[in-house]
């Protein structure tokens, strides 16, 4: 079968780095959230995770005044409130108003958790050297939560334009890792 060329415009839909997070800040008097699907782990101990935030983004200005926010990772069941705050902007809107989101208290940062997500993290700007040119921080995990009753998580991942994966299977092979 022959390749054929591929719109560059569109390689992100390709290397999608993980599931769609719901990243809660604070500022301005109330919290805000933002749908983010750009953010990788850098390191394991202690967790260290990349992200980018468009400078153009409300919660850009709120997570480079606080220094804190919390990645909350929502699965299918809330898809549409997770697009619904991915496409709106918190200048504007109280997003767990709008959108029936609970927020809860964090135990080491002021950004709150979305109770309605299976797991938390909350992280500290520790590394703001790429912001400037990429938009880019890393965070440190300073305190993690899992819901244990969620079992099979089914996350959402972004593919481009309104297009979305849920994740599926799990498959378990051999490894070294342990």
């Not at 990349?50 to 809330?78: D, K, M, Q, Y």
């Not at 050297?129 to 890393?138: E, K, T």
Request: proline share 7%.
């Amino acid at each position: 079968m022959a390749k054929k060329s591929f719109p560059l415009s569109k390689v992100y839909g390709l290397l999608e780095p993980g599931p769609v997070v719901l990243v809660t800040t604070t500022g301005e008097g109330r919290p805000n959230i933002m749908a983010m699907s750009w953010h990788t782990m850098l390191e394991f101990e202690p967790p260290l995770v990349g992200c980018v935030i468009s400078n153009r983004n409300h919660s850009f200005a709120l997570l480079a005044a606080s220094n804190e926010c919390v990645i909350n990772i929502p699965t299918v069941e809330i898809a549409e409130k997770v697009v619904g705050c991915g496409n709106t902007s918190g200048a504007d809107l109280d997003k767990f108003k709008t959108f029936g989101l609970t927020p809860k208290p964090a135990k080491q940062v002021r950004a709150p958790l979305i109770e309605e997500c299976f797991a938390h993290l909350e992280c500290r700007v520790t590394d703001t050297s790429m912001v400037d040119r990429y938009c880019f921080f890393i965070l440190e995990v300073l305190k993690a939560w899992i819901d244990p009753a969620v079992k099979e998580p089914r996350t959402i991942h972004h593919r481009g334009y309104g297009t979305f994966m849920v994740a599926g299977e799990t498959v378990t092979l051999k490894s070294k890792m342990k």
